[in-house]
């Protein structure tokens, strides 16, 4: 459910909107909200080219690309 989400969410509303609608709405317990800005502004940098995979990962508050947060692949341009 969450990867569709994702894909679905990337494709039709901007991809800010999209992560931050995403954040907020398939997770729970929910996510405190330093954690969902922390993540869109490191995403926001890595999207400019201000930061590289690696540099975003711990630009976000949450650091576990593996385990929970597996659908930020969903978010990534590579």
């Not at 907020?24 to 940098?45: A, L």
């Not at 990962?57 to 597996?70: F, I, Q, S, V, W």
């Amino acid at each position: 459910m969450g990867h569709m989400t994702a894909v679905s969410l990337r494709e039709e509303a901007s991809k800010i909107i999209g992560l931050e609608i995403h954040l907020k709405s398939n997770f729970f317990p929910p996510h405190p909200s330093y954690v969902i800005e922390s993540t869109i502004e490191g995403f926001k940098k890595y999207w400019d080219g201000e930061l590289t995979l690696e540099k975003l990962k711990e630009a976000c508050y949450l650091r576990d690309m593996d385990g929970l947060y597996k659908y930020y692949g969903e978010w990534l341009d590579e």
